[in-house]
């Protein structure tokens, strides 16, 4: 063909592509490729629109040979990265994005690109350098605003992409999304109200945006209402019932509500279950054969490998574990960074830290590093990857610690408890895991090195307090605590808890407060103290702690009996709400556990009125912690390799 003639049905495609008639176009660029096979147009563009409707080997072939053709193309060698790309060639694209730059170091397109790329290998500084380059080229791009400040937020925490998402719904206040990622940083700086306009204002531009419905669920529920939040997360599974963080949010939340049975609760965590499993691919991994002087590779996943709560109890263990027997590796999954986190990475013999990672990232190291027993740490609280553990990454898996229910998973193969946590068969019913009840109490509690002596102030009358989570002061609980305070007529009630310095959370609490009967002008709601030091000081003010129910607490008891404050709690039908009765039986305290109402306020009534003049009865209690089994570590840890070791064969065995 002649050039002319090649030249207008060359034009004639591109109007087509131009104007979105794919098919069209497609047939124009494949008739000037007939008669000029190294055209250098209809390669890049035929290229660049099969990459358009997702054919990317086909979209490869004609990109390569596009850009072989005229190898200084700039436009054409970063749409041979975005393919590349596309097929999870990241080593390759990034060679060739990064030679983009170099060809249009104008093109604020080919910075993002990079920057995506960047992103994906898990070069996160650099991609935030790309991205704030590409921002200099084009000040006004609010969308670039917004990926800069979701990178961020993803690693170095929420508030870190604050600014940048606050710039872009500036700059564009019909960007739904923006208004979206803004709601999720003011949640993680705990400024709720606002959090909530955010996000009400993002579902206002866009009714169906998933991020957003969930961001109001979880905002909901960090402010204590939970009805509310269970109807906003079951509204975004309506939808998309494989929506993780939806699902798992409403799984935690379920735990917090009395009334719901175990039935109830069961089938919704099977029904997670079957549809993580149903989206993934589990290869086979069985277990290695044994070799002699091998080690067992031992993995732990989790969100809070610092200065948290699981973190606490976890120490302990890992300081005694036996490393004759195991190699420890430790997978911690957030952007903090402590003391804690440098203890726990002492202990290891290789430490990752997965904070921003995308699931095929995470999965694919994982896998190279070949763990002989995986250990999950986080259940269905936030940030967890229980997605992966669907995908059946080491050939044995273990949930422990982080969350007081099954998982849903059938392959989470274990979960370790106790026999008075979950004592019989019954329990067995409602788990998807073989529970393992591995020692007399499941925990191994370190105190604070900070931690004050336990004394007692002078204040007069009796206090009784509780420093939980205030999502777990149920109806019932607080219903308790209201008839307590009416046997004894000269007592108070201490709640610590985080959020009671915003208005709008105090608010909450005290119409909780009032529902159930207690008068304000005898309740103390305090926030949070800047340190755990300060925190544990103010046990001197509470004469006893209160275990909320169903669910009960772990390190606010264990803090309470360190600080030599007795903890009274309820025994329940199921794990949640059967912690207090293991914890108090393991500090030699069952006096202390009642199993009706009823018995919960006279107990509660009993201990305050025996010990409010007792000087020694707090330094006694701090010495009946020591001598428990909590702190028993070296036996903990014991116990808890002694259990890995035996998952580890039976897993073994039923794989002949």
């Not at 170091?105 to 996160?124: E, I, K, M, V, Y």
């Not at 606490?312 to 911690?332: A, G, I, N, T, W």
Request: aromatic share 6%; charged share 25%.
């Amino acid at each position: 063909m002649n050039p002319a003639p090649l030249a207008r049905l060359l034009q004639t495609a591109l109007a087509q592509h131009t104007k979105g008639r794919l098919t069209e176009a497609e047939k124009g660029y494949r008739q000037v490729l007939l008669s000029s096979p190294r055209n250098f147009d209809a390669l890049h563009l035929l290229g660049t629109l099969l990459y358009q409707k997702g054919r990317y080997p086909e979209s490869l072939d004609l990109l390569s040979r596009a850009h072989q053709a005229n190898p200084a193309h700039g436009i054409c060698e970063m749409r041979l990265g975005l393919v590349l790309a596309a097929l999870q060639r990241l080593p390759d694209a990034e060679r060739h994005l990064r030679a983009a730059t170099r060809r249009e170091p104008q093109s604020p397109d080919a910075w993002n690109n990079l920057a995506a790329t960047l992103r994906a290998l898990g070069h996160f500084k650099e991609a935030a350098d790309c991205l704030r380059q590409s921002i200099a080229l084009k000040p006004d791009a609010h969308e670039t605003h917004d990926q800069l400040g979701g990178l961020l937020a993803d690693t170095e925490g929420l508030p870190a992409g604050r600014p940048h998402f606050q710039r872009a719904v500036e700059l564009q206040p019909a960007y739904a999304q923006g208004w979206c990622n803004l709601g999720l940083a003011l949640i993680g700086e705990r400024r709720y109200a606002e959090a909530i306009a955010a996000l009400d204002r993002a579902l206002a531009l866009d009714p169906a945006l998933q991020h957003a419905l969930v961001g109001r669920a979880l905002a909901l529920q960090e402010t204590y209402r939970l009805n509310e939040a269970m109807d906003a997360f079951g509204r975004v599974l309506a939808q998309v019932p494989a929506h993780h963080e939806a699902r798992s949010g409403r799984l935690l939340t379920l735990n917090y509500l009395s009334g719901i049975s175990r039935d109830e609760g069961f089938a919704e965590h099977v029904a997670f279950g079957q549809v993580a499993e149903e989206s993934a691919a589990s290869p086979s991994n069985a277990p290695r054969p044994p070799r002699p002087g091998d080690r067992l590779r031992l993995a732990f996943l989790s969100p809070d490998l610092r200065n948290h709560s699981v973190a606490y109890f976890l120490e302990p263990l890992l300081r005694h574990l036996d490393r004759s027997q195991f190699e420890v590796m430790l997978y911690h999954d957030h952007f903090q960074l402590d003391a804690m986190s440098n203890r726990l990475r002492g202990l290891a013999d290789l430490w990752r830290n997965f904070i921003g990672q995308r699931a095929a990232a995470v999965e694919s190291v994982i896998r190279a590093d070949a763990p002989d027993i995986l250990v999950d740490l986080a259940g269905h609280t936030g940030r967890n990857r229980l997605p992966l553990f669907a995908r059946r990454l080491a050939p044995v898996q273990i949930t422990y610690l982080g969350y007081p229910n099954t998982t849903g998973l059938r392959t989470m193969d274990f979960r370790f408890v106790d026999a008075i946590t979950d004592p019989d068969d019954d329990d067995q019913r409602y788990h998807t895991e073989h529970l393992v009840r591995f020692s007399n109490c499941a925990w191994a509690y370190q105190p604070p090195a900070n931690a004050p002596e336990p004394t007692r102030s002078a204040a007069p009358g009796i206090t009784f307090g509780s420093f939980n989570n205030l999502a777990k002061l149920s109806p019932v609980t607080l219903a308790l605590w209201a008839r307590i305070l009416a046997t004894i007529p000269d007592s108070r009630l201490l709640l610590k808890g985080h959020g009671l310095q915003e208005p709008s959370i105090r608010a909450v609490i005290e119409q909780k407060l009032r529902e159930a009967g207690l008068d304000l002008a005898r309740v103390q709601l305090l926030g949070r103290r800047p340190d755990t030091g300060s925190h544990l000081e103010v046990y001197r003010e509470v004469d006893v702690a209160l275990d909320p129910f169903p669910y009960h607490g772990t390190t606010t008891t264990c803090e309470a009996l360190w600080m030599g404050v007795p903890v009274i709690s309820l025994r329940g039908d199921r794990h949640a709400s059967r912690v207090g009765a293991s914890l108090l039986s393991a500090a030699g305290h069952p006096e202390w556990i009642a199993d009706t109402a009823d018995d919960y306020i006279r107990a509660a009534v009993e201990t305050a009125r025996q010990r409010v003049d007792r000087p020694d009865a707090r330094a006694q209690l701090r010495r009946d912690l020591q001598a428990s089994i909590l702190l028993d570590h070296a036996g903990q840890s014991q116990r808890f390799a002694a259990a890995l070791l035996r998952c580890w064969e039976l897993q073994r065995r039923s794989n002949k």
